[in-house]
């Protein structure tokens, strides 16, 4: 009996056992099934994000159409007239002129800008001043040294290290060596900016006289005189509507300039279809050697107008900012590239049937039945080919304005969804006045046509020599294809520089008078700027000055806060002693604020302000060191001054976790996150580098302090600056002034004479009719003091 229940015991164990694998088997069978349909649903959707990625980058592709590629495409409405002004002697130089438009394409936009070029761009800003804000965190090449070692410690501030003997590295050992080879960077960086600047200036001209000349083919009976104030019309409507943004009307450029292609491209193939297939056989570049070797000087300077088909690309980069290069590269691949060529190829078709015709190809090669509804594409393409351009100039001045190379001008931001898009209003009228100047003084495309293509030739052999920097410092590029790049770059355009040396007197010496102009005031302001800084600096007031005049400075300390703006990130300013020296009181609370831009594109918000403590705790004094990029928006003063108080009162908290605190020393500052105070206070986790140290003069080395074990010590730690955190906190409530310096400059008596033209005359005048500080930062009227001095440089 026994027997029999341990059997059936066993039996009924065997049993359980196997039902147990049964259920196993069954539970892994459905764990695989779902696991299978996880993973299935995985691939599902990351094939879903692939193909939405590939949408929009095919979105963004077609709409970087309108804003990169707009003075590109309208180049075909002027380029065989410049390239022919006195006709045509020989049937056999078209098919040379188009060869070289075709392989000036594909050399220069295509392989140079689109796929070299393009991938240079500072996190997605382009332009000559992205490049050197590259360079500049690459290298010290910076004329005016107010960087610090935290300021390398941004998420934004990325750079690569180099090994002590690599080429790289001699290179920057080799730039930062004397202060001549930085000055001659700046220089060359400033006449790239200006030559865009002149861009500005003779793009709108080209582009919407050469689209209002269209109306002289239909209507013959139009003089030249009427065709000009439409043309004028148009750009004094162009230029008044500026400060609206692109916001609303810029998702327009994109069809516009879409269907303009289509149509030039679709003309084109008609042409070669009606008139001369013969045409393609410019594809190959044997023609391009019968055309020289032809000889005459008229075939070598022509070159100044087979440059033309190419312009537009300094736009493209400096326009880079609004799409990712990938998108760039296909618009231009796919749909841009081809629908050129095919354009230029129809109009040498046309053009070898009818070489009379030469001086209108453009307009004369579209069929009647389109020629109307052409017309009003093609103004409205040179319309967009001008915003373009236009806010490529914008964009590039306010980039000088945050390197310190153009004076203070204001900057008004149009769009609240894209922070690119800015308008500058002074620019803005300085361009359309010198714009119409241009246009009713030349009256001809072939003059603004010589003044564009010497404009923009300059602009590319500033792009080359900054380009192999770049490929030396920041891509660290083996010798030889830095080689290659730059003697290939170089000879392509100085063969067409030299060809426009020909046409100096014809037109070509107005982007020069322009680009002068521009580059004395901003070289002027630069140097200015830097003596002012250097004055700065060497007379800075010692802190053992500071510590003799005890807590009180020597004054009665009135309840408030003083917010005094320097542009010094270290050491007490000039003004400070100027200020107590004269006047019988100052604040309790002292604040040395330094707005300071960077060569990084944007500095984020949690790391925008940099706080430490000067003197003991007793002096309540203090430093806020603001960070922007050339990109940023200063925010209006109540948020600037919110801000500026939060990071200081965070500053004060994170001091009293501190054992010892900051009560009699200046040799360190503190500087943290709001997360890392709530890290510490809401969590209880230990926080080993929660403080930077730093000396008075630099806000360097970074110092681990000791654990903080749990959320009662730093409470405890932290009680003693409660106390510091009410007395400021009354004190602004108290009021807040802002401390200005209203500082003239002028040069010392045993200066040179053109030292003294340039500081007391032209720097004089700048800062005479910029804007002030004041204005910059917003700060309000009724709490501003201005502190007069003079800087003897």
Same mark, same amino acid.
């Given at each position: 009996?026994?027997?029999?229940?341990?059997?059936?015991?066993?039996?009924?164990?065997?049993?359980?056992?196997?039902?147990?694998?049964?259920?196993?088997?069954?539970?892994?069978?459905?764990?695989?099934?779902?696991?299978?349909?996880?993973?299935?649903?995985?691939?599902?959707?990351?094939?879903?994000?692939?193909?939405?990625?590939?949408?929009?980058?095919?979105?963004?592709?077609?709409?970087?159409?309108?804003?990169?590629?707009?003075?590109?495409?309208?180049?075909?409405?002027?380029?065989?007239?410049?390239?022919?002004?006195?006709?045509?002697?020989?049937?056999?130089?078209?098919?040379?002129?188009?060869?070289?438009?075709?392989?000036?394409?594909?050399?220069?936009?295509?392989?140079?800008?689109?796929?070299?070029?393009?991938?240079?761009?500072?996190?997605?800003?382009?332009?000559?001043?992205?490049?050197?804000?590259?360079?500049?965190?690459?290298?010290?090449?910076?004329?005016?040294?107010?960087?610090?070692?935290?300021?390398?410690?941004?998420?934004?501030?990325?750079?690569?290290?180099?090994?002590?003997?690599?080429?790289?590295?001699?290179?920057?050992?080799?730039?930062?060596?004397?202060?001549?080879?930085?000055?001659?960077?700046?220089?060359?960086?400033?006449?790239?900016?200006?030559?865009?600047?002149?861009?500005?200036?003779?793009?709108?001209?080209?582009?919407?006289?050469?689209?209002?000349?269209?109306?002289?083919?239909?209507?013959?009976?139009?003089?030249?005189?009427?065709?000009?104030?439409?043309?004028?019309?148009?750009?004094?409507?162009?230029?008044?509507?500026?400060?609206?943004?692109?916001?609303?009307?810029?998702?327009?450029?994109?069809?516009?300039?879409?269907?303009?292609?289509?149509?030039?491209?679709?003309?084109?193939?008609?042409?070669?279809?009606?008139?001369?297939?013969?045409?393609?056989?410019?594809?190959?570049?044997?023609?391009?050697?019968?055309?020289?070797?032809?000889?005459?000087?008229?075939?070598?300077?022509?070159?100044?107008?087979?440059?033309?088909?190419?312009?537009?690309?300094?736009?493209?980069?400096?326009?880079?900012?609004?799409?990712?290069?990938?998108?760039?590269?296909?618009?231009?691949?796919?749909?841009?590239?081809?629908?050129?060529?095919?354009?230029?190829?129809?109009?040498?078709?046309?053009?070898?049937?009818?070489?009379?015709?030469?001086?209108?190809?453009?307009?004369?090669?579209?069929?009647?039945?389109?020629?109307?509804?052409?017309?009003?594409?093609?103004?409205?393409?040179?319309?967009?080919?001008?915003?373009?351009?236009?806010?490529?100039?914008?964009?590039?001045?306010?980039?000088?304005?945050?390197?310190?190379?153009?004076?203070?001008?204001?900057?008004?931001?149009?769009?609240?969804?894209? =922070? #690119?898009?800015?308008? +500058? @209003?002074?620019?803005?009228?300085?361009?359309?006045? *010198?714009?119409?100047? &241009?246009?009713?003084? $030349?009256?001809?495309?072939?003059?603004?046509?010589?003044?564009?293509?010497?404009?923009?030739?300059?602009?590319?052999?500033?792009?080359?020599?900054?380009?192999?920097?770049?490929?030396?410092?920041?891509?660290?590029?083996?010798?030889?294809?830095?080689?290659?790049?730059?003697?290939?770059?170089?000879?392509?355009?100085?063969?067409?520089?030299?060809?426009?040396?020909?046409?100096?007197?014809?037109?070509?010496?107005?982007?020069?008078?322009?680009?002068?102009?521009?580059?004395?005031?901003?070289?002027?302001?630069?140097?200015?700027?830097?003596?002012?800084?250097?004055?700065?600096?060497?007379?800075?007031?010692?802190?053992?000055?500071?510590?003799?005049?005890?807590?009180? =400075? #020597?004054?009665?300390? +009135? @309840?408030?806060?003083?917010?005094?703006?320097?542009? *010094?990130?270290?050491? &007490?300013?000039?003004? $400070?002693?100027?200020?107590?020296?004269?006047?019988?009181?100052?604040?309790?609370?002292?604040?040395?604020?330094?707005?300071?831009?960077?060569?990084?594109?944007?500095?984020?918000?949690?790391?925008?302000?940099?706080?430490?403590?000067?003197?003991?705790?007793?002096?309540?004094?203090?430093?806020?060191?603001?960070?922007?990029?050339?990109?940023?928006?200063?925010?209006?003063?109540?948020?600037?001054?919110?801000?500026?108080?939060?990071?200081?009162?965070?500053?004060?908290?994170?001091?009293?976790?501190?054992?010892?605190?900051?009560?009699?020393?200046?040799?360190?500052?503190?500087?943290?996150?709001?997360?890392?105070?709530?890290?510490?206070?809401?969590?209880?986790?230990?926080?080993?580098?929660?403080?930077?140290?730093?000396?008075?003069?630099?806000?360097?080395?970074?110092?681990?302090?000791?654990?903080?074990?749990?959320?009662?010590?730093?409470?405890?730690?932290?009680?003693?600056?409660?106390?510091?955190?009410?007395?400021?906190?009354?004190?602004?409530?108290?009021?807040?002034?802002?401390?200005?310096?209203?500082?003239?400059?002028?040069?010392?008596?045993?200066?040179?004479?053109?030292?003294?033209?340039?500081?007391?005359?032209?720097?004089?005048?700048?800062?005479?009719?910029?804007?002030?500080?004041?204005?910059?930062?917003?700060?309000?009227?009724?709490?501003?003091?201005?502190?007069?001095?003079?800087?003897?440089?």
């Amino acid at each position: 009996m026994a027997a029999r229940v341990e059997a059936a015991t066993i039996g009924g164990e065997i049993d359980e056992e196997e039902s147990d694998e049964r259920g196993s088997m069954w539970d892994l069978d459905q764990k695989l099934d779902q696991s299978m349909d996880e993973e299935a649903g995985r691939l599902r959707n990351m094939y879903r994000e692939k193909k939405f990625s590939a949408l929009l980058l095919l979105q963004l592709s077609f709409q970087s159409l309108g804003v990169v590629y707009g003075d590109l495409g309208t180049s075909p409405l002027y380029v065989f007239y410049n390239t022919f002004p006195h006709g045509i002697k020989d049937q056999e130089d078209i098919i040379g002129a188009l060869s070289l438009i075709i392989y000036s394409l594909t050399l220069i936009p295509l392989l140079k800008y689109v796929f070299v070029v393009c991938k240079a761009n500072d996190n997605g800003q382009g332009g000559t001043f992205a490049l050197y804000s590259l360079l500049c965190r690459h290298a010290k090449v910076k004329t005016i040294q107010n960087q610090h070692r935290t300021d390398e410690e941004l998420t934004t501030y990325s750079r690569t290290t180099f090994h002590e003997h690599s080429f790289a590295a001699k290179t920057k050992r080799w730039l930062e060596k004397r202060t001549s080879r930085k000055t001659a960077l700046l220089i060359l960086v400033l006449v790239g900016t200006c030559m865009v600047i002149g861009d500005g200036i003779l793009t709108p001209a080209i582009s919407v006289l050469s689209a209002a000349g269209g109306l002289r083919v239909n209507l013959p009976h139009i003089s030249n005189g009427v065709v000009v104030f439409v043309a004028v019309v148009i750009l004094v409507s162009l230029f008044s509507v500026q400060h609206y943004g692109t916001d609303r009307v810029g998702w327009l450029f994109a069809p516009i300039v879409f269907l303009w292609f289509l149509s030039i491209a679709s003309i084109g193939i008609y042409n070669i279809w009606k008139h001369d297939t013969s045409v393609l056989k410019a594809f190959s570049p044997v023609y391009i050697y019968r055309y020289f070797k032809r000889g005459g000087r008229d075939r070598w300077t022509s070159l100044g107008g087979i440059m033309l088909s190419i312009t537009g690309i300094e736009a493209l980069f400096a326009d880079l900012s609004h799409f990712p290069v990938s998108a760039v590269q296909i618009a231009f691949t796919v749909i841009v590239f081809p629908c050129l060529l095919l354009a230029y190829s129809g109009q040498a078709a046309y053009i070898r049937r009818y070489p009379d015709h030469v001086a209108d190809a453009f307009y004369r090669s579209i069929p009647g039945s389109v020629y109307w509804p052409m017309f009003i594409i093609a103004t409205a393409a040179a319309i967009v080919a001008s915003q373009a351009t236009i806010s490529a100039t914008f964009s590039l001045v306010k980039q000088a304005l945050a390197h310190g190379c153009f004076p203070r001008v204001k900057v008004v931001h149009t769009s609240r969804k894209f =922070l #690119g898009q800015i308008y +500058v @209003p002074d620019i803005n009228w300085i361009l359309m006045i *010198l714009c119409i100047a &241009v246009t009713a003084g $030349f009256k001809n495309q072939s003059q603004i046509g010589n003044a564009y293509g010497t404009a923009v030739v300059i602009v590319m052999l500033v792009t080359t020599l900054l380009m192999t920097l770049i490929m030396i410092l920041v891509w660290r590029c083996h010798w030889v294809l830095v080689l290659i790049f730059t003697i290939l770059s170089l000879v392509v355009e100085c063969t067409y520089f030299s060809a426009m040396l020909f046409k100096i007197d014809q037109g070509g010496w107005v982007p020069l008078v322009i680009a002068a102009a521009f580059l004395l005031i901003m070289s002027v302001w630069h140097y200015g700027t830097l003596k002012r800084y250097e004055f700065e600096m060497h007379s800075r007031v010692s802190m053992a000055w500071i510590l003799g005049l005890g807590p009180s =400075l #020597g004054l009665v300390r +009135v @309840p408030g806060v003083g917010l005094v703006y320097t542009e *010094l990130a270290s050491g &007490v300013p000039h003004i $400070f002693s100027h200020f107590i020296t004269n006047l019988p009181a100052i604040h309790s609370v002292v604040v040395f604020v330094c707005v300071k831009n960077l060569p990084v594109y944007t500095v984020p918000e949690e790391e925008r302000f940099l706080v430490k403590r000067i003197g003991p705790k007793n002096f309540h004094m203090f430093r806020c060191v603001a960070r922007y990029g050339y990109r940023d928006l200063h925010k209006k003063d109540d948020d600037f001054e919110k801000r500026l108080f939060e990071s200081l009162f965070l500053y004060v908290r994170l001091e009293s976790m501190m054992e010892g605190g900051c009560s009699d020393s200046d040799d360190y500052s503190i500087c943290g996150s709001q997360q890392q105070l709530k890290d510490t206070l809401g969590n209880g986790n230990e926080n080993e580098n929660l403080a930077t140290f730093d000396t008075f003069d630099s806000i360097e080395s970074i110092t681990p302090v000791k654990r903080v074990s749990n959320t009662v010590t730093a409470s405890s730690q932290m009680s003693g600056g409660v106390d510091e955190l009410e007395f400021i906190n009354g004190c602004r409530d108290a009021g807040v002034v802002h401390i200005m310096g209203n500082t003239v400059v002028r040069a010392r008596r045993e200066a040179r004479f053109y030292k003294k033209i340039a500081i007391d005359y032209v720097y004089a005048f700048l800062r005479k009719i910029c804007r002030e500080h004041s204005a910059i930062y917003n700060v309000p009227q009724e709490s501003l003091l201005n502190v007069g001095q003079i800087f003897y440089v």
